[in-house]
């Protein structure tokens, strides 16, 4: 294992989500991404970034953006055995959230403190990274019941350790890498039914390839439920025709009496959903997966529930209507109107 002695401490671990069906991104560390309550496979791309050269900075990662910043902190750097690293804050929010290198200078045998000054706002906290790795380690743990499918490996990549389809707990080791950055592809396929966020993280739990304390250990990417039951064309929007189907939805009998009961449909409806007139009211029901609207999850489309979708469908922008929604974690039910 000598040759692994020096393995290379995480610069950015960024996965970026993207939905077969609807094309959604998001970027672990930094933002929630979305997933489709029908389930199905999400592509995921994993970027690991680090210096060209060894004993140089080659990053900085935010920890902590901080607050009250209405303009850009100084950034140095002190320790680390060398000299002559530069960097400058980028701002959003009144936090910082990002550092770019200018000068990544040299001598480094360790990552040095970095220190911000000024700038009007307090509480940001950041790791250097330096040294170029002889081995890189590779740790993503999905929820329950989300599964490794395949993968894609870039040109110069060698994975010696990689998931197996089915894994939860997805780890890979490399001995060899492209300069500078290795990014590759997976994809992972997760269930119908789901509706609480579910957290895809970054782990810091050490292996032969992950020898530590790592520096950094990237937060979460939380995942919330990206597209409303009724928005059938995924555009974002509720549209007459899409709430003119929950009122079907919500018109089914079962002989005179209204049930508002519904059944999964895989194939052949808009919205993956069908009428279910056999079921009567009071019976109790489990569905594999849920309408939106269904709030309280017993297979039937209420007129309180109802009232929430007309209140989507007549989300305005101005004098428009746009019928626009956004998810929301925390709402009743995991959306609220667009601004």
């Known amino acids: 294992m000598a040759s692994i002695k020096n393995t290379f401490r995480l610069v ?17 560390g930094s933002a929630t991404g979305i997933y489709d309550a029908k389930g199905g496979v999400l592509t995921l791309t994993a970027t690991v970034i680090y210096p060209a050269t060894a004993n140089t900075v080659g990053g900085v990662v935010v920890a902590a953006g901080g607050s009250g910043y209405s303009g850009l902190p100084t950034v ?6 060398g000299a002559g690293a530069t960097a400058t804050a980028e701002v959003t929010g009144g936090a910082v959230t990002a550092v770019r290198i200018v000068n990544p200078g040299a ?31 590779f740790l993503v743990k999905l929820p329950s019941g989300w599964g490794f499918a395949s993968q894609a490996l870039p040109v110069g990549a060698a994975a010696v350790t990689s998931p197996a389809v089915g894994d939860s707990t997805l780890e890979w ?24 966020s579910q957290v895809v993280t970054v782990d810091a ?3 032969a390839y992950r020898p530590g304390p790592l520096s950094i250990s990237a937060p979460a990417l939380v995942l919330v439920l990206g597209r409303h039951s009724a928005d059938s064309n995924g555009d974002g929007k ?19 009496v209204r049930t508002g009961r519904y059944l999964v449909q895989a194939s052949g409806s808009e ?33 309180v529930e109802l009232t929430r979708v ?24 995991g959306f609220a109107p667009a601004p």
């Open 271 to 303: 919205d993956g959903f069908s009428i279910d007139g056999t079921t009567p009211n009071i019976a109790t029901v489990s569905l594999a997966r849920y309408h939106t609207a269904d709030s309280d999850k017993n297979g039937k489309i209420t007129l």
């Open 76 to 81: 140095t750097f002190s320790g680390g055995g």
């Open 205 to 207: 739990t050490q292996s």
């Open 107 to 137: 001598g480094y045998t360790s990552p040095p403190v970095v220190i911000f000054s000024g700038g009007g706002g307090t509480g940001v906290t950041a790791n250097a990274v330096a040294i170029l790795p002889q081995a890189i380690g």
């Open 173 to 196: 080791g490399f001995l060899s890498f492209p300069a500078e950055r290795l990014r590759w592809t997976f994809d992972v396929s997760y269930p119908p039914g789901l509706s609480a």
């Open 310 to 333: 007309i209140e989507l469908y007549s989300v305005r922008s101005g004098a428009t209507r746009t019928g626009a929604y956004l998810p929301q974690d925390g709402t009743e039910d």
């Open 238 to 256: 509720i549209d007459l025709a899409e709430l003119t189907r929950v009122i079907q939805l919500y018109n089914t009998r079962n002989g005179t």
């Open 12 to 28: 950015l671990a960024c996965i970026l989500i993207s939905s077969l069906a609807s094309a959604q991104t998001a970027t672990l």
